[in-house]
């Protein structure tokens, strides 16, 4: 989460698996305490990740557009 703007309290960042046929599954909620760090685990051939700001606890779903998308992998 380091360089990105901080989230007000009831929202966190999440982060996505996109398969190639663009289907979402959540990664995990960022956290952001000193000294912690996130891994992106489950990456499969093809898949993408994808960053969103969701509700406080996560969503089950992306419930926006992704602020940030990589190549697939």
């Excluded at 309290?9 to 760090?37: F, H, I, K, N």
């Excluded at 969701?54 to 089950?60: C, L, R, T, Y």
């Amino acid at each position: 989460s380091k360089g990105l703007p901080r989230t007000g309290p009831d929202e966190v960042y999440q982060l996505w698996l996109v398969d190639p046929d663009g289907a979402a599954r959540s990664a995990d909620v960022l956290v952001e305490a000193p000294g912690t760090a996130d891994v992106v685990r489950g990456l499969r051939a093809g898949d993408q990740v994808a960053i969103t700001r969701e509700p406080a606890g996560g969503s089950e779903q992306p419930s926006m557009a992704p602020l940030a998308l990589t190549d697939p992998v």
